[in-house]
């Protein structure tokens, strides 16, 4: 088992910036793939928003973030990071961190994730 531990979440205004983080209980070949995906209010499904392969180091991003958000990984220390810039009301979600076999897998609708985290509150003020 993989247990994936998210922070950093908090209320900004828009135009501001936050980093989320997850800390990963371990590595393993079911969680070579992390990422993050959002669940905004009101809405049924989470939806993608960034990817990175421990592997690789390849990201992918839903056209949504891209140019905003970074996704990034900490070899050392098994976390994950998601620096948001430029945020907007749109952004406002509970933020999950989440982990597969492969960056397919996270990007897939539905994603074939393997593990979950808790979540984590990001608000945006207008």
């Known amino acids: 088992q993989v247990q994936l531990v998210e922070s950093g979440g908090g209320l900004v205004q828009a135009g501001g910036s936050l980093r989320l983080s997850c800390a990963a209980s371990?590595?393993?070949?079911?969680?070579?793939?992390m990422g993050w995906f959002r669940q905004a209010p009101g809405k049924e499904r989470r939806e993608f928003v960034a990817?990175?392969?421990?592997?690789?180091?390849?990201?992918s991003y839903a056209g949504s973030v891209k140019g905003r958000f970074t996704i990034s990984r900490d070899d050392a220390t098994n976390a994950l990071y998601l620096q948001m810039n430029s945020l907007t009301p749109e952004d406002t979600a509970v933020y999950y961190c989440?982990?597969?076999?492969?960056?397919?897998?996270?990007?897939?609708?539905?994603?074939?994730?393997?593990?979950w985290g808790q979540g984590t509150q990001v608000t945006v003020s207008s």
């Open positions: 989440a982990a597969a076999a492969f960056i397919s897998s996270l990007t897939s609708i539905p994603p074939r994730t393997n593990y």
């Open positions: 371990r590595r393993s070949s079911a969680s070579n793939a």
């Open positions: 990817a990175i392969s421990w592997i690789s180091g390849s990201t």
